[in-house]
T-cell receptor, first 109, second 115 residues
């Protein structure tokens, strides 16, 4: 079967760094994506890892280890506006996405 | 560019009623998707269309039908609504040939309640 696991909630202090982990299980894996969703809003794309290693986009970085079926999203210099839900999703052979249940990040002053 | 648009934004149906959710994108994307998101959950794929004229089932297709009317439009139909279909429905699109080919662009969602 297919599955994704990520923590349900994370709390971090403004200005700090937070890491959101994601482990997956699937027979066909083509890459790992991360999406951000604010309450009442639509998901928006943050990053994609097709190969092992780190991808950096501004304050956000994402990492993938295919051998460990593991990835993470790293958010630096946290801001209050980063409070949102973060979803990891793996890409299947049909170029479709299978989403995790999301991690709710709360940034506190 | 409006991106991905969805209508209606909100809808309340009675059990057994039918309705069609509309989705359109103006980015000339080949691939389009319909997802549902239940409270506190991730998105689950209902149907997708890899290109104009093709549609395929996703993870949770039962109770739904779709039509890829043209390259821009992809509609989702509930023939006989059930309370279990109460959810937020998102349409998305992507261009597999683009530089950012893995990015899906989402519409604002339709909040559907079935009583």
């Amino acid at each position: 079967g297919q599955s994704l696991e990520q923590p349900s909630e994370v709390t971090a202090v403004e200005g700090a760094i937070v890491q959101i982990n994601c482990t997956y299980q699937t027979s066909g894996f083509y890459g790992l994506s991360w999406y951000q969703q604010h309450d009442g809003g639509a998901p928006t794309f943050l990053s994609y890892n097709g190969l092992d290693g780190l991808e950096e986009t501004g304050r956000f970085s994402s990492f993938l280890s295919r051998s460990d079926s593991y990835g993470y999203l790293l958010l630096q210099e946290l801001q209050m506006k980063d409070s949102a839900s973060y979803f990891c999703a793996f890409e299947t052979g049909a170029n479709n996405l299978f989403f995790g249940t999301g991690t709710r990040l709360t940034v506190i002053p | 560019n409006a991106g991905v648009t969805q209508t209606p934004k909100f809808q309340v149906l009675k059990t057994g009623q039918s309705m069609t959710l509309q989705c359109a994108q103006d980015m000339n994307h080949n691939s389009m998707y319909w997802y549902r998101q239940d409270p506190g959950m991730g998105l689950r794929l209902i149907y997708y269309s890899a290109s104009e004229g093709t549609t395929d089932k996703g993870e949770v297709p039962n109770g739904y039908n779709v039509s890829r009317l043209n390259k821009r439009e992809f509609s989702l139909r509930l023939e006989s609504a059930a309370p279990s279909q109460t959810s937020v429905y998102f349409c998305a699109s992507r261009d597999p040939r683009a530089r950012r080919s893995h990015e899906q662009y989402f519409g604002p969602g339709t909040r559907l309640t079935v009583t």
